[in-house]
C-alpha cells in the first residue's frame, strides 16, 4: 500500500473525531443549560407557592338548619300573657327619629281583665293576623257593627290598613291616625283637652268608638301616646282594646293592643 492514501484515511480519522468531539460538547452544554433552567424553576416554585396539605373536596348543602330560640323570659312572658296575668317589664330597642337607637325598660303591670266569649265573626275578620289577638276580634266586630256612622268609617278604615294592607306609614302614631282620618273622609272634633301633667283626665263614660285619644303609656315609660279606641275590654280597671303604631322607623304595621286608659288628657272625635 502506498503511503499517500494512509495518509487520507488517517487525516478523514482525526476530522470526524473532531467532529464529533464539537458535537458532544455542544449536546452537553445544552444539557447543563436545561438542568440549570429547570432548577432555577424548582427554586422560584418552592419560594412562592405555599406549603399546606391538600385539603379533600366537600359537598356544600344549601338546606338551613337554623332554628329560633325562645328566651326563658319570653317563655314567661307568653305564659303569663295567655294565664291572664301579663306584665310588662322586658327590654325595650327601637329607633328613635333621628337614627339612633334608644332603649328604655318597663316594669308596669296590667291588672288582670275578663276575657272575651267567643262569637261568630264576620267575613271580613276571618283571616289569621299576627297584630292582633284573635281574643279580641268580637270587640273589633262590635266596633265596626254598633257605632255612629263617622265611627264605622274610621275603625273600618283602620282595620283595613292594620290587618289587610299592613300599611306602613313615614312618621309615628300621630302621623298614622292623621291618614286614618284622611282616608276615612271624616272630620274631627275636639271634645275633651287637657295637658300630659296636669289632665284633666277623661272618664271612661266620656271616651266612645273611634275616637282619637291622647294618653299617658303607662306600659312604655309613661310617654305620651296616641290611638284609636276600639272598646273597653274592662271598664273599670281601665284596660281598652287600642289601636296603635308604634313608628320609629320600625317599619311595622298597626297593632291593637290593650292599654291602661287611666290618664286620657285629650280626645278628638269623628264627624261627618
Not at 337554623?66 to 314567661?76: G, M
Not at 327601637?94 to 328604655?104: E, I, P, Y
Not at 275578620?125 to 263617622?150: C, I, K, M
Amino acid at each position: 500500500m502506498s503511503r499517500l492514501p494512509m495518509l487520507r484515511i488517517t487525516a478523514s480519522c482525526s476530522l470526524l473525531l473532531l467532529t464529533c468531539g464539537i458535537v458532544g460538547q455542544a449536546h452537553a452544554d445544552s444539557m447543563s443549560a436545561l438542568i440549570a433552567q429547570k432548577s432555577v424553576q424548582q427554586n422560584i416554585s418552592a419560594r412562592y407557592t405555599p406549603s399546606y396539605s391538600a385539603v379533600p373536596s366537600v359537598r356544600v348543602s344549601t338546606h338551613s338548619t337554623i332554628q329560633r330560640a325562645r328566651s326563658p323570659q319570653n317563655a314567661v312572658d307568653i305564659q303569663q300573657r295567655d294565664s291572664g296575668s301579663y306584665s310588662h317589664n322586658s327590654h325595650y330597642s327601637s329607633m328613635n327619629n333621628d337614627g339612633n337607637q334608644a332603649t328604655s325598660n318597663t316594669a308596669y303591670r296590667y291588672p288582670m281583665v275578663q276575657r272575651q266569649t267567643p262569637s261568630v265573626l264576620p267575613a271580613f275578620l276571618s283571616g289569621r293576623y299576627d297584630n292582633v289577638d284573635s281574643e279580641y276580634l268580637p270587640l273589633l266586630s262590635n266596633a265596626e257593627t254598633q257605632s255612629s256612622v263617622a265611627a264605622r268609617e274610621v275603625v273600618s278604615t283602620a282595620r283595613k290598613m292594620a290587618l289587610n294592607e299592613r300599611t306602613i306609614i313615614r312618621g309615628g302614631c300621630w302621623d298614622y291616625l292623621n291618614a286614618v282620618f284622611n282616608r276615612a273622609g271624616v272630620t274631627r272634633d275636639t271634645v275633651h283637652k287637657g295637658t300630659y301633667g296636669q289632665g284633666p283626665y277623661a272618664s271612661s263614660g266620656e271616651i266612645e268608638v273611634g275616637d282619637w285619644l291622647y294618653y299617658i303609656n303607662h306600659g312604655y315609660n309613661g310617654v305620651e301616646h296616641s290611638g284609636l279606641f276600639v272598646g273597653w275590654v274592662d271598664e273599670r280597671a281601665k284596660q281598652a282594646l287600642i289601636l296603635s303604631y308604634a313608628g320609629e322607623n320600625r317599619r311595622e304595621p298597626a297593632r291593637y293592643r290593650v292599654y291602661d286608659l287611666s290618664n286620657v288628657y285629650q280626645i278628638m272625635r269623628p264627624s261627618v
